[in-house]
């Protein structure tokens, strides 16, 4: 798996907007729209992890301005 970047998460939001466009278009087909489903699926499971990492990291950041860090 290859690591995102925020600039990936910029993209997969904007893609996702122009799925939205595209479901809420009457002219869209129903066939069309079950393959932006799996897509949307997909675009959202990308983004859900990269914002938990980012969450494990200020959680981590947190931990240390806690005074957990080991003595030296």
């Known amino acids: 798996m290859t690591i ?6 910029i993209n997969n939001i904007a893609r996702l907007k122009e799925i939205e466009s595209a479901v ?17 699926k997909k675009l959202v499971a990308e983004c859900y992890a990269y914002t938990r990492s980012l969450r ?17």
Do not use: F
């Open 4 to 9: 995102m970047t925020n600039q990936d998460y």
């Open 24 to 40: 809420k278009n009457p002219e869209t087909s129903l066939d069309r729209i079950d393959e932006l489903i799996g897509e949307t």
């Open 56 to 72: 494990q990291k200020v959680d981590e950041l947190s931990d240390i301005g806690a005074g957990s860090l080991p003595d030296d």
